[in-house]
């Protein structure tokens, strides 16, 4: 693995915000593609976080830093990505049930997703079911439902 991507991997892992965008910069100099930089670099990263707040290592609040850490760098990677290159999995919609206006937990799903290649479609929060139904009935959803079917 090159110097650079296992720099990203540790600068998520460590948490190092103010490191990312550089090293992202500096893999996409040395050719690295951006999904190369995702799949190698921030996911790998991520799943090493993953581990260690479910050892107990890291607590909410590190999974926060490393997910805001990762949309920073997708970010980034976005703008030198056409959307064949992204490869969608799919659509996911989050939202946050009407009458709960907290949205950390929403925000950290939504995050991983997004970096692991699926287009998030995010309600917000207190949400009305109502408005739930409507956005999977929309246009931009059918086809996902069609293959669920």
């Known amino acids: 693995m090159k110097e650079s991507m296992a720099a990203i991997q540790n600068a998520v892992i460590d948490m190092k915000d103010e490191e990312i965008t550089k090293l992202v910069q500096r893999c996409l100099d040395e050719g690295s593609t951006p999904i190369e930089i995702i799949e190698q670099g921030l996911s790998k990263g991520l799943d090493v976080v993953g581990e260690r707040f479910d050892a107990g290592d890291y607590y909410l609040a590190d999974l926060i830093m490393a997910g805001e850490i990762v949309t920073e760098a997708m970010n980034l ?3 030198r990505m056409s959307p064949a290159d992204i490869g969608k999995k ?6 946050t049930v009407q009458g709960d206006v907290h949205d ?3 925000k950290i799903v939504g995050m991983i997703l997004s970096a692991s290649g699926y287009e998030i ?6 949400v009305p079911s109502e408005k739930v139904v409507e956005t999977i009935k929309s246009k931009d959803m059918r086809d996902c439902v069609k293959r669920l079917k």
């Open 121 to 126: 479609i995010d309600l917000g929060v207190d």
């Open 104 to 106: 950390i937990g929403k």
């Open 90 to 95: 799919g659509k996911i919609i989050l939202a």
């Open 77 to 79: 990677l976005k703008t």
